[in-house]
């Protein structure tokens, strides 16, 4: 009997392995661990308390930019979802077309293209529009959000349209269903957990975005994340530590909803 | 070498007179050629003509075209070239869900988030029919399919069977004027199978619906159809009932794709009609049957099937071997031999308990059929 090559019985193994999760996990754990803090130093443990959640909780500023970052994200999950949703039908239920892969890479170019160009390309962009409208809200953020969203939303939703059975649809059209008809009765049921997937993993990269919220925004349209920069360039308190935390907490939430959205069959 | 006879209207004799039966379906030069390189026929100038209230069963192997064909009447392939039309109109212009055909689908496709009462309703309620006519029509057709209990179930709780059942209802509950099936029974086991054949072909003749039934099966369109075109590689090979199917096939494909066949080398001297003089190539001359008048004289073939072909002492045979397997099957008897110009033949005689002649491996046998049963074929 021939021995299948098998990396996990190759020499360090264990130990890189060990290595990666340490480097991974130990910065969170030592995060989570010090938000409970009773000192004010994000480094040496004076004792449990619960009093940077109270902190964190009573900032005005920090109210408003959570307030902020959630408005924002639930706007971009939306619109990015809905595109994405249209994308995914058009890319999967139409016949091949010349220029399909070009209409692909051009959906999935915010994953591509780093994101401090995209950053830079909007500021600037979005300054010229802002001298010609004198517009300064928060639709700019919510429309930036709302692009680098839509490939994040996309590939679930199309991974799930292309595992769907086709003849499902063509039983619908048989029976009498226009095309629009067979997407709200047979395709839409069927699809939903994969909208919904793509609007909570949409919602959660809007919810952290620091690099092109912080070129985009005008001046006191801090979201969570930016101010959380913006303190850790003053004095750095655990009230940075439990705002993470929170986060942290939601996002791995998220994560776990949409694993288990995904294992839905169909 | 297409042998479609393209019929138009065809008199069907009943009780003190005839009665003319209309076209339902119509196909005429029906092509389609998938683009590449080489392009793939996948349907050569297909021509065929389908009755009203008849079950016609598209035969032949995985890739011959029916389920293409099949598909293009549903309207999900569009035909490169020809027309198609039913009781007149021109279906090529209609999308599908204008088309007044429904499909029960080879995987069933039944729709999973609906109930087996939901499934049902889809085509009375797309079709916006009144919501008393829809519940009256939906009980019926679940009485019709023996499914009334499971109305609430999920499709995905019920068995294949029944599964299949519920597709077949969901087809018929519109009331199409034709339905189009695509090897519905393939998926069920051998005994379910055989229940679903007499109940399919009941549910024919209590509705009288046009069937257009897709199998590979040749049994299974043997026993159902009222007429078979057995296709082959994008090709209608030869059209007609199950008996003139399989007594006359049209050709050696036909031949040897429905049923067994023995297949022997031949001379054709002479044909009058129908009726051909052969040689064999014991030199014994018979009659046998012909496809059509005037062929050629020279080397055919000739097919002869195992169970009209008896064994017998050497002198009394028309042709002399020696008799090798002898396989037992119950109800009978399937005797290989090997004959003196080096074909195998195999007879295929019923047991009764009455037989006298006994014949065991090896020894010296004559085989015999009656003039007439064999079919000549063009080599």
Redesign the interface.
């Known amino acids: 009997m021939s021995k299948a090559f098998n990396v996990s019985r190759q020499n360090g193994f264990t130990t890189i392995a060990i290595t990666c999760f340490v480097l991974l996990y130990l910065p969170i754990i030592l995060l989570v661990v010090y938000s409970f803090n009773s000192g004010t130093s994000v480094a040496i443990w004076e004792g449990f308390s619960w009093r940077w959640y109270q902190s964190a909780w009573q900032n005005d500023q920090v109210q408003e930019a959570t307030v902020r970052s959630l408005i924002i994200a639930l706007w971009a999950s939306a619109i990015s979802t809905t595109c994405a949703v249209l994308a995914a039908l058009a890319t999967t239920r139409t016949r091949k077309f010349k220029g399909q892969a070009a209409v692909f890479a051009m959906i999935n170019q915010p994953l591509m293209v780093p994101e401090i160009v995209t950053a830079v390309a909007l500021l600037i962009f979005f300054a010229m529009i802002k001298v010609a409208t004198g517009y300064t809200g928060l639709a700019y953020l919510i429309v930036a959000h709302s692009a680098f969203c839509i490939p994040f939303a996309y590939l679930p939703i199309r991974a799930r349209l292309q595992g769907m059975?086709l003849?499902?649809e063509?039983?619908?059209?048989?029976?009498?269903?226009?095309?629009f008809?067979v997407f709200r009765?047979?395709t839409l049921?069927?699809l939903w957990p994969g909208i919904l997937a793509g609007a909570m993993l949409a919602f959660v990269i809007s919810l952290d975005d620091v690099v092109i919220t912080e070129f985009v925004k005008s001046a006191g349209q801090d979201t969570l994340p930016t101010y959380m920069l913006g303190q850790l360039r003053r004095v750095v308190t655990p009230e940075v530590n439990a705002i993470s935390t929170v986060l942290f907490g939601i996002s791995v939430t998220f994560v776990i909803a949409f694993t288990v959205l995904g294992k839905i069959k169909? | 070498m297409v042998f479609a006879q393209v019929s138009g209207d065809v008199e069907k004799t009943i009780t003190g007179g005839t009665l003319k039966v209309a076209t339902a379906i119509s196909v005429r030069n029906l092509r389609k050629v998938y683009p590449g390189q080489p392009p793939v026929v996948a349907l050569a100038d297909a021509s065929i003509d389908i009755k009203d209230n008849e079950f016609f069963t598209l035969l032949g192997p995985s890739g011959c075209g029916k389920t293409t064909l099949l598909r293009m009447i549903a309207g999900f392939e569009h035909p490169t070239a020809g027309s198609l039309t039913m009781h007149g109109e021109n279906l090529l212009e209609l999308p599908p869900y204008k088309r007044p055909v429904n499909t029960v689908f080879q995987s069933y496709a039944l729709f999973p988030h609906l109930t087996v009462a939901q499934n049902i309703s889809f085509g009375l309620e797309m079709l916006g029919k009144p919501k008393a006519e829809i519940r009256q029509t939906v009980d019926e057709m679940m009485a019709l399919v023996k499914m009334t209990e499971m109305a609430d179930r999920q499709t995905g709780q019920i068995s294949g069977g029944q599964q299949q059942r519920v597709a077949l209802a969901r087809a018929l509950a519109p009331k199409p004027r034709v339905l189009l099936l695509d090897e519905p029974l393939s998926a069920l086991d051998f005994k379910l199978r055989k229940d679903m054949q007499l109940e399919l072909k009941r549910l024919q003749m209590e509705t009288g619906i046009t069937f257009v039934f897709v199998t590979h099966d040749q049994e299974e369109a043997l026993t159902m159809s009222d007429r078979i075109a057995v296709m082959n590689a994008g090709e209608i090979r030869q059209i007609g009932n199950p008996r003139q199917i399989y007594d006359q096939p049209a050709e050696r494909f036909v031949a040897d794709f429905i049923g067994d066949t023995n297949f022997l080398p031949a001379e054709l001297i002479e044909t009058a009609g129908q009726t051909a003089t052969i040689r064999l190539s014991s030199g014994k001359q018979i009659a046998a049957r012909a496809a059509e008048s005037g062929s050629q004289k020279g080397k055919v073939t000739l097919a002869v099937r195992p169970e009209h072909a008896s064994i017998g002492p050497e002198a009394e045979g028309l042709l002399a071997g020696t008799l090798g397997e002898v396989v037992y099957f119950g109800t009978d008897t399937h005797y290989h031999v090997a004959l003196e110009d080096g074909t195998g033949f195999v007879v295929r005689q019923q047991n009764r308990p009455d037989a006298t002649a006994q014949f065991s491996s090896g020894d010296r046998v004559g085989v015999h059929f009656a003039p007439g049963i064999g079919q000549v074929l063009k080599d």
């Open positions: 059975d003849s499902l063509q039983a619908a059209a048989d029976l009498y269903a226009t095309p008809k009765r047979i049921p069927q169909n």
